[in-house]
């Protein structure tokens, strides 16, 4: 559980934690209280390095241990912050950066598929563009037509399904923040 918490976070625990035995009159609740106290003071385990397998390459993640997001390239023009989901199952963007790539000439006329209805991971149903992206690049990997939808405006871009499942296993090593991609 520490390796979870930040310091700050274990120290308020392990205060509400020592409060609470000082309220409890059953003793062994209280022995077990003061273990789990005992066990929060002493540093976590050390974390042993990932074994990597051959053919895979890993890139550094930003984020909190709760969600991790990745510089990707967009047809070789622009990079932005994507939120790696893979719940998604297309790659996102939101409309505004859409609007700026196609003003750039990096996304053309004949990349916009048409409309589509999509479902969002609380269930609401949206319409919405489809367009292929020529290429997205992260970490050094580029990965070439990767289907993505356009979400509305401001809308935080999702590393989704059609880009992760072009590698041949990829996971996220959340100790690390690491994503590993095996090609």
Do not use: C
């Not at 020592?18 to 050390?46: C, F, H, M, N, T």
């Not at 397998?53 to 930003?62: H, T």
């Not at 790696?84 to 297309?90: I, L």
């Amino acid at each position: 559980m520490a390796r979870f918490l930040t310091p700050d976070e274990i120290a308020r625990l392990r205060a509400t934690i020592r409060d609470l035995i000082a309220q409890i009159r059953d003793k062994a609740l209280r022995v077990e209280l003061a273990s789990l106290a005992g066990a929060l003071a002493a540093p976590p385990p050390p974390v042993i390095p990932a074994q990597v397998p051959p053919g895979s390459a890993e890139i550094a993640l930003e984020g909190d241990g709760r969600a991790y997001w990745v510089p990707v390239r967009i047809n070789g023009v622009t990079t932005a912050k994507f939120l790696v989901d893979s719940g998604a199952s297309v790659v996102v963007l939101p409309s505004d950066l859409v609007e700026t790539l196609t003003k750039s000439g990096a996304i053309a006329p004949s990349d916009l598929l048409g409309k589509d209805t999509y479902v969002t991971a609380d269930g609401r149903k949206h319409k919405g563009t489809r367009l292929m992206l020529r290429e997205l690049n992260v970490g050094g990997h580029t990965v070439t037509n990767v289907m993505a939808s356009v979400a509305p405006a401001k809308a935080e871009p999702l590393l989704g399904q059609t880009f992760l499942a072009k590698f041949k296993s990829w996971t996220l090593d959340n100790r690390r923040h690491v994503l590993i991609i095996s090609e």
